[in-house]
């Protein structure tokens, strides 16, 4: 077997970004970027945390970071606190509707996923079970 598969690779591609598009129709509250969103739910899992950390968590430069947590804070989602240490930092945590929100938007999109799994019998659930792992892999997580 090849140690690389063009093939597989272009239609892993196109099912994963075709279900991402498919799971992002589901967002409950779309007001916010995909970017602030994905932000939000970094600074539920890392809190608290620096907007610097944020950043290089998410992946962006820091001056587009600061746009998205001062886009959070004036919605209300993230809260900043002075950093303990360094005067010149903040810290951020997620605020109960931060977090109200979060739980509705993952909430929306599993249960459309639950119920196209709910289409699927058992065998191919459980290949997308293993599959699952393998992209987790794949993406580094």
Do not use: N
């Not at 919605?75 to 810290?91: F, K, N, T, W, Y």
């Amino acid at each position: 077997m090849a140690r690389t598969d063009p093939a597989l690779a272009s239609a892993l591609r196109l099912s994963v970004m075709r279900l991402a598009r498919r799971m992002r129709a589901e967002r409950a509250d779309t007001s916010l970027s995909l970017t602030a969103l994905a932000a939000l739910a970094s600074v539920e899992r890392l809190a608290p945390v620096t907007p610097g950390d944020l950043a290089a968590a998410e992946r962006v430069q820091p001056p587009s970071m600061t746009r998205v947590v001062a886009a959070l804070t004036d919605a209300g989602l993230v809260a900043r606190e002075p950093h303990p240490s360094d005067g010149r930092q903040a810290l951020l945590t997620i605020t109960d509707a931060g977090a109200a929100l979060l739980r509705e938007d993952r909430r929306r999109r599993e249960a459309w996923l639950a119920q196209r799994l709910r289409e699927v019998d058992d065998d191919d659930r459980a290949v997308l079970r293993r599959a699952a792992e393998l992209l987790d892999r794949l993406a580094g997580s």
